[in-house]
């Protein structure tokens, strides 16, 4: 049973626009999140992350909210870049444990 | 990039015949993981590695063992290759709880 779910496979965005992902987790323990970024034929790369002690963490052009109440996050990319079209992972893990469950990514195209 | 060599690349085996892959680091990380990728399924770990060692299952061990002898090697073993186990497997590392993971550029794995 999948603990951590995106439920969009794929999302479109016209350059310069904002790229808005969504993410939604089921284990109330988890309390750290983070996001990869994947290229065809590469590995996965982190991107940003936030403890459950913050409702928002910024990076450059990346920007992670969290709900808690509503076991929900999300990941703003504003402006969005043609380099930015990869697959996007969710991942969260609970304090008591170094694994990390995924959900089943994100594809975003950037388009011209 | 963290130091992190995945080997072979890319592997094409038979049905029934053993095949280990490797996970070599650099970085003198405690914690090691295989995971695969499958469409749909985002990331799903297999195996993990706490210490020299020292390992335990993760949600989809079944058909797989590892073995870490060593801090720096964590070898995954399909002990008899089958058409299910075809699929994008990643080695990562982490030190310690909670900071974010470090994958290899994978191994691709197609049983015929």
New interface residues.
């Given amino acids: 049973d999948?603990q951590?779910k995106?439920n969009s496979p794929s999302l479109s965005v016209q350059e310069g626009r904002i790229s808005i992902l969504n993410c939604d987790y089921t284990n109330s323990m988890f309390?750290?999140f983070?996001w990869?970024k994947k290229y065809p034929?590469?590995?996965?790369?982190?991107l940003i992350?936030i403890?459950s002690i913050k409702d928002k963490n910024e990076d450059g052009r990346f920007t992670v909210f969290l709900n808690k109440s509503a076991k929900h996050l999300s990941l703003h990319i504003v402006p969005s870049q043609p380099g930015d079209s990869a697959v996007y992972?969710c991942?969260a893990?609970d304090?008591n444990?170094?694994?990390?469950?995924?959900?089943?990514?994100t594809t975003v195209t950037v388009r011209a | 990039d963290a130091g992190i060599t995945q080997s072979p690349r890319h592997k094409v085996t038979e049905t029934g015949t053993p095949v280990t892959l490797r996970c070599h680091q650099t970085e003198n990380h405690r914690y090691m993981y295989w995971y695969r990728q499958d469409p749909g399924h985002g990331l799903r770990l297999i195996h993990y590695s706490y210490g020299v060692k020292d390992t335990d299952k993760g949600e989809v061990s079944d058909g797989y063992s590892v073995s870490r002898s060593k801090t720096e090697d964590f070898l995954l073993t399909l002990e008899s290759a089958t058409s299910s186990q075809t699929s994008v497997y990643f080695c990562a590392i982490s030190e310690p709880v909670n900071t974010e993971a470090f994958f290899g550029q994978g191994t691709r794995l197609t049983v015929v």
């Fill in positions: 999948q951590v995106q309390d750290y983070l990869y034929a590469e590995g996965p790369t982190f992350s403890s992972f991942a893990s304090g444990d170094y694994k990390l469950s995924f959900g089943a990514g």
